[in-house]
């Protein structure tokens, strides 16, 4: 029998599922019924039994993990981290409060995934891969030991298994067939008008598969939240309030900000790679190097960006091909902006 105890322990341990950046905007009682809901449906005796819930330290460690190696530039230390990552992914999935940071993870393993396949497409040394240890059968240690030292490859390999992980037609191959996000044909009328309105092209809302699967509740452990994953700060620049109701959180005002906020990004980059680029590294970070380089192109400054980005912009760009039929880099710069009464206004946001 569970005692009151019990399950007031195992209340709290599930709490530590929500990442710290989430946990910190939330009242005590928001946390308790957080907790809560993660109990229903639940036969609190089978968690107790067969789930063992990790610490807040091993959830805090394991973030930053995946944001260290998604920072990085090394597809080793993406493929070495392959497992845990499919491991977290699945523990968060078979919790309803998890599933917002599933819908993030999801998008986020692709890259993980990526990096492995190409380590073993591309001839040259393979690190070791170990899968996560069982510490009881079912019960996985969530964190990573350090990499293994391994033989790094030569340069020319390790060169052309960057290409190829930040190539199209390879990201082409790999989403090729992938069935449309859950919310996809409820969400895209919504999220169409809003693009449109605001005078981006209707096929970049796909953006939204790749920040959040297209589910309006995914959170990122960093903070970011909806379907266009924006932090606090870059929201309210673009008009979302996120108190006392978080408008990150519904699609429409979340697709009107993320078109606002990628005419902002086109006219400072006039291009749309390097538009994407900032959207995911940061535009402080694509300007600094663009003003480095000669070339102001995408590919005159991906070596230079994480390794994220290298293969975001690309991956975006597949999605669109493959969900519109069209060639991104063929879609035209922003117009202007529609209003209601069928008057317009010129559709650059100034800074």
Known sequence: MVTMIQRMLLLVCLCLLLPAASAQDMTIEELAKAGTELLD????EDLIEHLE???AEEWSDFWKSLQGALQSGSLD??????????????????????????????QRLDY??????????????????????????????????????STPAPAAVSKRRIDTARSSATWKQKLAGRPLPPNAKKLLPTLQNAFRSEGVPVQWVWLAEVESTMNPAARSPVGAAGLYQF???TAERFGLQTRPVDERLVPDKSAHA?????KVLYKQFNSWPLALAAYNAGEGRVGRLLKKSPAKTFEAIEDSLPVETQMYVPKVMAVVAMREGVDPLKLPAPTAMQMPQGMFLVAWVFE
């Open 41 to 44: 449906g639940y036969s609190v």
């Open 53 to 55: 819930i990790p610490t």
């Open 77 to 106: 230390d993406l493929s070495w981290l392959l497992p845990y990552v499919e491991t977290a992914s699945g523990f968060l999935k078979t919790v309803p409060q998890g599933e917002p940071y599933a819908a993030w993870l999801e």
């Open 112 to 149: 993980f995934d990526m990096a492995r396949s190409v380590l073993k497409t591309v001839p040259g040394p393979v690190p070791e891969t170990r899968p996560p240890v069982e510490r009881a059968p079912g019960r996985f240690r969530l964190v990573p030991p350090p990499r293994p030292r």
């Open 231 to 233: 932090m606090i700060p």
């Open 258 to 262: 993320a078109a606002r906020y990628l």
